[in-house]
């Protein structure tokens, strides 16, 4: 996150398709009536460039501010951790444990967990998508018996629970009951993935984030979400790196 300036200025006569087409990354821009200034930053889940800005800003002074905001740009790109694909060799978290993928091809296809490996055979080129659907498949099984546990102490139960991968979002429960979850939550350590699953079984309950649900939330999860929470932020972003191609 940078600071905001909010004394805009901008002289350059180019057009909006120019200055777009200058910034090294996608942007999205987003006015919105409560900022005061405009604030530039980078979106961990797509890669991109993030622009909220005052309600009336013109998309052509938002993207000569931000095409200023160059050098800043450059630097956080040099900064940016690279993605951590799931070859033979790598180092992933396992509920947030450390393990080595390892790739046998006398091994059967099917990957095996043990002693601090996961161990798959079959050709090499489809190790990735092989560990990938493991930790899904894993994702899925332990997740939904989670929703489960924390349903029945809510008083209530999901229509269904499935993992996908959505952008920014860990999780989400829609009106009629469907609980979504990132199967990159099998990463991370288990009190941050029964973290975002008591908050998306407590909006089973509350559609929103009240104050009851608030309650419900801290009830199910028990103590340490806030210590969870900030475990997520701190994470997020290589939970994110894993499994995608360099
Ligand atoms: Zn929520």
């Known amino acids: 996150m940078m600071p905001g300036i909010s004394n805009i ?46 309600w ?8 000569a501010w931000a095409l200023d905001q ?14 951590e694909p799931f070859a033979p060799g790598a180092a992933i978290p396992f509920e947030g ?14 990957p095996q967990l043990g002693d601090g490996e996961l161990r798959t055979g079959g050709p090499e080129d489809g190790v990735a998508r092989r560990i990938e659907l493991f930790l899904k498949r894993r994702a899925l099984e332990t997740m939904s018996r989670e929703v489960g546990e924390f349903a029945a102490a809510a008083g209530s139960s999901a229509t269904g629970v499935s993992v996908g991968d959505a952008g920014s979002r860990w999780g989400s429960c ?34 929103d984030h009240s104050a009851r649900f608030k309650a419900l939330e801290a009830r199910l999860f028990g103590p340490g979400l806030a210590e969870a ?18």
């Open 174 to 207: 829609s009106s009629r009951g469907r609980i979504r979850l990132s199967w990159r939550l099998i990463l991370a350590p288990p009190n941050v993935r029964r973290y975002v699953v008591a908050h998306e079984v407590a909006h089973l309950v509350h559609l």
């Open 56 to 63: 009336r800003t013109s998309r052509r002074a938002a993207l």
């Open 9 to 54: 200025m901008w002289s350059s006569a180019r057009s909006e398709a120019a200055l777009e087409a200058a910034l090294p990354v996608p942007i999205e821009i987003r006015c919105l009536r409560t900022a005061k200034r405009l604030r530039l930053r980078f979106d961990d889940a797509t890669g991109g460039l993030l622009l909220t800005c005052p």
């Open 229 to 246: 929470k900030a475990t997520l932020r701190r994470i997020g972003p290589r939970l994110r790196r894993l499994g995608r191609q360099r």
């Open 70 to 83: 160059r050098d800043w740009i450059e630097a956080q790109l040099a900064r940016a951790e690279p993605n």
């Open 97 to 110: 444990e450390d393990i080595r993928i390892v790739w046998d091809a006398s091994a059967p296809r099917t």
